[in-house]
Nanobody, 122 residues
Framework: VQLQASGGGLVQAGGSLRLSCAAS????????VGWFRQAPGKEREFVSAISRGGESTYYGNSVKGRSLVSRDNAKNTVYLQMNRLNPEDTAVYYC????????????????WGQGTLVTVSS
């Protein structure tokens, strides 16, 4: 499966963004999808994940309570709605796919998109 993240951009602190992860080349509904982010000089960090059918979701502590992950398997797309953004959310955001099931570890995702940059200004 090929994944492509989009929707990043420049936003002011307190604002919102919705990221999209579009998939092609595979049976999308057989993949759990995770979102990760990487800020300059830092390790890649887990943000959120959603199960194959969308019935289970999981969030990292840094975004819990102000983000919502969802998916539309008919459109082969996963979404990450992020609210109340702050400068610490500035990073390249990646989506990744796995057939193992919902996970929070980078190493469990063999399929990665190219990333989309989110910049939050103070």
């Amino acid at each position: 499966v090929q994944l492509q993240a989009s929707g990043g951009g420049l936003v002011q602190a307190g604002g919102s963004l919705r990221l999209s992860c579009a998939a092609s080349g595979g049976t999308f509904s057989s993949y759990a999808v995770g979102w990760f982010r990487q800020a300059p000089g830092k390790e890649r960090e887990f943000v959120s994940a959603i199960s194959r059918g969308g019935e289970s979701t999981y969030y990292g502590n840094s975004v819990k309570g102000r983000s919502l992950v969802s998916r539309d398997n008919a459109k082969n797309t996963v979404y990450l709605q992020m609210n109340r953004l702050n400068p610490e959310d500035t990073a390249v955001y990646y989506c990744a796919g796995t057939q193992v099931g919902i996970r929070q570890f980078v190493s469990t995702y063999p399929y990665w998109g190219q990333g989309t940059l989110v910049t939050v200004s103070s």
